[in-house]
C-alpha cells in the first residue's frame, strides 16, 4: 500500500497515518482507537492491530475499501476514518425528517444541533470497526475487492456479526465514555423508531443487499445498524460485558444455523431474541 504521501503519527502501539495537514484529528482518533483496544482487551482476546488511516477526501480512494467518502471501516489489514464526516449522515437524517414527530426533531436538535451535525456521533462509531477485529474470519470474510460479495461468502449472518461490534460499541462507550452516551444513543433510537415502510429493503437476512445495490446511498443500510445498535443496547444493559463475550464465543465456534443463533440470544435476553425473531416489527 502506498504511504509515501501520508503524514506518519508517533507515539502509538500501532501505525497511524494521516493525510497531510490532518495530524491533530489524526491524533484524537488514534487515542479513541487505543482506549477501545484496551478495553476490548480486558474482555476478548485482540488480533495485532492494523494500521489505522485518518483520510481526507485526496486519499480516500486510493486508501479506503469503500468509496463513500468518511464512512469508518475496519479490515484485518487496515482501519479507515475520514478527516471529515461522510455525506451519509445528513443524507440520513433529511430523509427521515418528514417522519419525524416534533418532540424526535427536538431531540435531534438537542444533542446534535441546528440543524443536526452527527459528526460526534460518526467519530464513535471507530470503536464498532475496533471491534471488528475480534470478528472470526469463518463467520465473515473480510472486505476487499475479489470478493464474491462485498461482505464475503455468509451475507446472511451479517446482522448477527454487526449485532457483536454494536455490543463493543456501547460497552465502550458506557464503561470509557459515559459522557458520550446521548451522542451515541439519541440518533438511532429517533431513527429506528420510524416507519420501516420508508426502507426498499427490510428482511433482516437481505441487510448486505442494503449496500450492495448499484443505486444504494447507505442509507437503508444505516438504518439496519441503528435497529442492530437498539438491541445490542438492550443487551449491554441486561447483560453487560457477558453479552460480548457470548456472543464472541459463538463467533468462534462452529456455524450456526439461524434458529441457533436466536436461541444464543435467548439465553441472554428473551426480548432481543423476540425482535430478531419478528424482525422489523419490533420495539424494545
Not at 91 to 105: E, H, I, K, Y
Not at 203 to 226: K, P, Q
Request: proline share 8%; glycine share 6%.
Amino acid at each position: 500500500m502506498e504511504t509515501a504521501d501520508l503524514e506518519i503519527i508517533e507515539d502509538f502501539p500501532f501505525p497511524v497515518f494521516s493525510s497531510r495537514g490532518g495530524s491533530p484529528r489524526a491524533r484524537s482518533v488514534a487515542a479513541r482507537c487505543d482506549r477501545a483496544i484496551a478495553w476490548l482487551s480486558s474482555y476478548l482476546e485482540m488480533p495485532p492491530t492494523p494500521p489505522l488511516f485518518v483520510l481526507g477526501r485526496q486519499d480516500w480512494r486510493r486508501i479506503a475499501l469503500i468509496p463513500q467518502y468518511g464512512l469508518p471501516h475496519t479490515s484485518r489489514r487496515q482501519i479507515v476514518m475520514g478527516q471529515e464526516p461522510s455525506d451519509i449522515w445528513p443524507t440520513m437524517t433529511n430523509r427521515v425528517w418528514p417522519d419525524l414527530s416534533d418532540a424526535s426533531q427536538k431531540r435531534l436538535h438537542d444533542v446534535y444541533g441546528t440543524p443536526p451535525d452527527l459528526g460526534a456521533f460518526a467519530d464513535l462509531v471507530v470503536a464498532h470497526e475496533i471491534t471488528h477485529l475480534a470478528d472470526n474470519p469463518a463467520w465473515l470474510d473480510e472486505w476487499g475487492p475479489g470478493s464474491e460479495t462485498f461482505w464475503g461468502n455468509t451475507p446472511r449472518l451479517l446482522w448477527f456479526v454487526e449485532l457483536f461490534a454494536n455490543v463493543g460499541l456501547h460497552g465502550y462507550i458506557c464503561e470509557c465514555e459515559p459522557e458520550s452516551l446521548p451522542t451515541l444513543e439519541t440518533v438511532f433510537d429517533v431513527i429506528w423508531h420510524t416507519s420501516p415502510t420508508r426502507w426498499p429493503i427490510t428482511d433482516l437476512h437481505r441487510m448486505h443487499e442494503s449496500a450492495t445495490e448499484a443505486d444504494a446511498d447507505g442509507t437503508n443500510y444505516v438504518w439496519f445498524e441503528f435497529g442492530l445498535q437498539v438491541l445490542a443496547k438492550h443487551l449491554w444493559e441486561e447483560c453487560g460485558a457477558s453479552a460480548l463475550e457470548l456472543i464472541s464465543s459463538t463467533l468462534h465456534g462452529p456455524m450456526l444455523s439461524d434458529e441457533q443463533i436466536v436461541g444464543v440470544l435467548e439465553e441472554m435476553d428473551p426480548t432481543v431474541a423476540d425482535s430478531i425473531r419478528s424482525w422489523p416489527a419490533t420495539q424494545v
